[in-house]
């Protein structure tokens, strides 16, 4: 995908999802998206409510996942999780209590806003085996094969290098591993007026 935009265009495109991120890590995802997020996106979602009850409330404000990773399958006791774009860390918290104390969690964002906001949250929930780091999908910062699961929620549509990203999933992921991933796309061609849009991209 990346190589039909000019660098020009690829480097608006980042900039232009950084500064929308980073205010909805200020702002809460409420006045952001057309579509439910927080604690009303949740509940539509059939996220498992009861283990987010101690969540921070600008954690669960923030959450603009599109899906729920979680209904594709589940996460066991002991997992090593990783969460690509993990915006200000629901799901990779989340996963953290799904894996337990013997798991490990990893989130990464190009976000840094959002990375910031997901280190207060871990800080305030207080548990040992999360890490949160700034990085991008496409050049994820981890060894072949150190993921028994690989979870994402409304990221791999922002993403410039589709093909990249997804085989870097798959190279963070143990033989056997799983990908679960929750996304939109695009199911008819757009308006004329509006296909050559480049801010298509990211609102
Ligand atoms: C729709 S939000 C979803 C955030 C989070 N997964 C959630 O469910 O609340 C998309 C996130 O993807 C991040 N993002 C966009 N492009 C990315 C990329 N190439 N690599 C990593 N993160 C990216 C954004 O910074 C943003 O936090």
Redesign the pocket.
Known sequence: MESSLTEKEAALI?ES??D??SQ??ATG?ASC?KYP?GAEGLKQQNYPLDLLRDFPPALID?????GNPFSLGPIHPGDAVL?????????TLLAARMAGPEGRVAG????QA?IDKARASLSILGLQNVIFQV????SLPFPDNDFDAVI????FN???DKEK?LKEAHRVLKPGGRLLL?DMVLVAALPPDQAGRIENW?Q
């Open positions: 980042r999802i950084k929308k991120y909805v890590a995802a998206f997020t923030s959450f603009c996942g599109v969460d690509i774009g993990c915006g200000a860390g629901l799901d990464i964002d190009v976000t959002m990085a991008e999908a496409e994402s929620n409304g990221v922002l993403t410039l990203a929750a990211y």
